[in-house]
């Protein structure tokens, strides 16, 4: 099971990167591809946050910014959604939190296949700069929403048609060549090159859920290769796999025959995955988030993995819920609805779970703490309007409306971000050596918790008002009252204060990274491997000489008996604090 | 290939050997996956009532010879032997292209042609990948590196054959029982 790169102390120079180049530019270190990704990924995003901010400009204050046309308006909309979908949220549970947490906390030296790494990170790099040529290509970027739907998405008549689309789905496929590389280089460190004593079931949930993440991500990013692949095909070379024969500006098309439903159930066969690629490791770290911060074993590990995995299999047979309105064979419809529903299960002994373990735990209300409290109550509302949606008769009216938008904002934009900041907190003294500013940290923690809500609990309303989404503006309908005005005013000035806010984030992190307080090697006083590596940040080759040795789980917190509040899980086994034994199995 | 930054050390070939066959177990479920999906989109669009049937070129029975031979040298041990015969299906499969270029089928014509060429040139690319790898196992050919690009070439074959009868049996009509459309 180990897999040991070999390190003899005198080789420790020789082996370990020297110039400046190969240390941080062309590395195949874990914990620097980690932060490479990382940063690329929170800069990507702020490109993201500046979109949204200006969309919310528009819908607040219309036609006070006469530079955000109608065209312009879907141009931000979807390369809003992508960058966070995609550029944001999956590349940095992925390659950042992955990257940096997978090897530290089963007990590698790095990723089986270094070179690889290295290779996912440029193939991102370079997705993302690909992606925001598309702002610089003529045309500008494209407006057809994340969805990308043909047939508009190439048609005329649609922003970014001619050169943004093309440049849209370039970007896509080098991204799910790099996911893939990282992916495999994950899932064979996890089943390879864990250290002695780490069985699959004493894995941190952090690793579980990015590992089930991962599977997810391999399995399901073909989806959306294959619907790329062909929707290029067709924009650029003809062919009518998705192109239906059609009048398009008063002239007959080439096109015939292609079925658009083909491209919405292969990219939703992708899609609806890709929200647990990113909900399944937030679960998992927040999982490890509440067990530290509450001083508590994490209520019922094993259901934990088998709900991580069950949610992992049902993501692939649920896709169809996002195509209620496209129309369906209503047995169809009654089968996918069953399946979402079902989701709820596993979802919601994970959400039990979570509060069991708070139940009379010693909780620290430290930072990362907040947000994962935070992010518990976010998914819990954004997964109740999820049971509405689910439900045909109930979509088939909201999913026109701003309520689909505050749904899927809560669940899967909110909530997962706050893991991100939770996960970022908790870490950072880890990866830089040095704490994050707690006042800046609260500061952050606040209005972004509350300015969430303050964002997105209006829509639901606005929802059932029976607000469109994406609409351009609103004035001019008679059917939208004059509060749905004065709200969209208010969410647009929170919008921007919460958006002011992630600055203050951008500068806690660049100034601590340097200034910050020096961090102790475990100032959470955490149990899981990464925080018993012998340096802080870790060395090239994480361990030193001799890689550690596990003895338990990653929960032994508050054992009776035991001289701290914690037990690490190399720490000898006459220490105590094993795993409990299910059945005489374990 | 060395893909560590650390060199390895002689005993430690067999972990890393153990690593890289499970990484190249999860390839393949990948491009599993990947070819999976074009199939179904395959059956989809076919069963619509622009899509015809289009005439296998006797070609691709050659390539089929010179892939199922490449697989059966590489198991042999035969690396040198296995990665002509791969080249050899490439040159098979281009002439195969040809043949169904001067016979009028273009790639915008039907869906059938279109998947065809689409499919040939992603399985093209996968035997070119597999390819790369073979000339990184000619650097330091292990009995373990064999034996992987044995399997890598099996799968090849096997995706291969599992094509080539889509492409030759799921005709329009087929397509269209799968599908339940009536004519």
Redesign the interface.
């Known amino acids: 099971m180990a897999y040991v790169i070999p390190t003899r102390p005198d080789d420790e120079s020789h082996h370990a990167p020297q110039s400046f180049w190969t240390r941080y530019v062309w590395s195949q270190d874990h914990k620097v591809i980690a932060v490479q990704y990382g940063c690329t990924a929170i800069a990507v995003g702020l490109v993201g946050l500046v979109l949204s901010n200006l969309m919310r400009l528009q819908l607040g204050f219309p036609g006070q910014f006469a530079f955000i046309n109608a065209e312009r308006y879907y141009q931000f909309v979807t390369m809003h959604g992508m960058i966070m979908v995609i550029y944001l949220l999956t590349a940095l549970f992925l390659g950042g939190f992955g990257n940096y947490l997978i090897p530290l906390m089963v007990g590698a030296r790095d990723m089986v296949f270094p070179y690889l790494n290295m290779l996912s990170f440029w193939f991102y790099l370079l997705s993302v700069v690909v992606l925001i040529a598309s702002f610089f290509v003529p045309g500008g970027p494209t407006g057809a929403g994340w969805t990308l739907y043909p047939p508009q998405a190439i048609l005329p008549g649609t922003p970014g048609h001619d050169w943004g689309i093309i440049v849209m789905l370039v970007s896509l496929l080098i991204f799910i060549v790099a996911a893939t590389m990282g992916g495999l280089n994950y899932v064979t460190t996890v089943l390879q090159a864990r250290c002695e004593g780490m069985t699959l079931l004493r894995m941190p949930l952090s690793v579980w859920g990015i590992f089930t993440a991962t599977i997810l991500a391999l399995l399901a990013f073909p989806a959306l290769f294959v619907s790329g692949v062909m929707m290029l095909f067709d924009k650029v070379l003809g062919t009518s796999f998705f192109m239906p024969s059609l009048v398009s500006m008063g002239q007959l098309s080439a096109h015939q025959g292609g079925s658009p439903l083909l491209f919405q159930h292969l990219f939703w066969f992708f899609g609806h995955p890709e929200v647990y690629i990113v909900a399944l490791p937030a679960f998992g770290i927040v999982s490890d988030l509440i067990s530290v911060h509450a001083r508590k074993a994490i209520f019922g590990y094993r259901t934990m993995v088998w709900a991580i995995v069950a949610i992992g299999g049902l993501s692939f047979v649920v896709w169809a819920h996002h195509m209620f309105v496209s129309g369906m064979n209503p047995y169809f419809g009654f089968f996918f609805a069953t399946s979402t529903l079902i989701i709820a299960v596993p979802t919601a002994i994970k959400v039990y779970n979570w509060l069991l373990t708070l139940w009379r735990g010693d909780i620290h209300l430290s930072v990362p703490m907040l947000f994962a409290l935070a992010f518990m109550l976010t998914f819990l509302l954004g997964g109740l309007t999820g049971l509405f949606l689910g439900n045909v008769s109930v979509d088939i009216p909201l999913s026109g409306t701003y309520f689909v938008v505050a749904h899927f904002h809560m669940v899967m934009g909110v909530a997962p971000l706050l893991v991100v900041f939770g996960g970022i907190y908790h870490w950072f003294p880890k990866i830089t050596g040095r704490m994050l500013d707690d006042r800046l940290g609260h500061l952050h923690f606040w209005v972004t918790f509350l300015g969430t809500y303050a964002i997105f609990f209006p829509m639901h309303y606005l929802g059932l008002l029976g607000m469109p989404r994406r609409y351009h503006h609103f004035t001019d309908y008679e059917f939208i009252p004059a509060s749905a005005h004065a709200f969209n005013a208010w969410i647009t000035v929170i919008a921007l204060i919460v958006g002011a806010v992630q600055l203050v984030f951008v500068f806690n992190l660049l100034w601590s990274a340097f200034r910050g307080r020096k961090a102790d090697p475990n100032p959470w006083q955490a149990a899981s491997l990464e925080w018993a590596t012998p340096e802080t940040p870790p060395a090239h080759g994480n361990w030193g000489r001799d890689l550690p040795v596990v003895h338990r789980w990653a929960y032994a917190y508050s054992v009776p008996g035991a001289p701290r509040d914690f037990i690490p899980q190399d720490a000898p086994s006459k220490e105590g604090g094993a795993e409990p034994t299910y059945g005489g199995a374990a | 290939?060395?893909?560590?930054?650390?060199?390895?050390?002689a005993?430690?070939e067999a972990?890393?050997e153990?690593?890289l066959s499970?990484?190249l177990w999860?390839?393949l479920?990948?491009v599993t996956?990947?070819f999976s999906?074009?199939l179904t989109?395959y059956v989809?669009?076919l069963s619509?009532?622009?899509?015809v049937a289009i005439e296998m070129p006797w070609q691709l029975w050659v390539s089929t010879a010179v892939l199922t031979l490449g697989s059966v040298m590489m198991q042999r041990g035969q690396l040198n032997a296995g990665g002509a015969c791969a080249m050899g299906f490439l040159v098979a499969q281009w002439t195969a292209w040809q043949a169904l270029q001067a016979a009028n089928v273009t790639?915008?014509g039907n869906?059938a042609a279109?998947f065809f060429y689409?499919l040939t040139a992603?399985h093209g690319l996968h035997v070119a990948g597999g390819l790369v790898a073979w000339a990184n196992v000619q650097a330091a050919p292990t009995p373990g590196r064999i034996a992987m690009c044995a399997r890598y070439w099996h799968y090849l074959l096997l995706l291969w054959v599992v094509l080539f009868m889509a492409f030759s049996w799921i005709t329009p009509e087929v397509a269209r029982a799968i599908c339940g459309v009536k004519p």
């Not at chain 2, 290939?1 to 050390?9: E, F, K, Q, R, W």
């Not at chain 2, 619509?48 to 899509?51: F, L, V």
Request: aromatic share 6%; charged share 15%.
């Open positions: 290939m060395n893909t560590s930054a650390v060199p390895l050390n005993p430690d972990a890393r153990r690593a499970a990484g999860a390839f479920v990948v996956s990947l999906l074009f989109a989809m669009r619509s009532p622009d899509a790639l915008t869906p279109s689409l992603l």
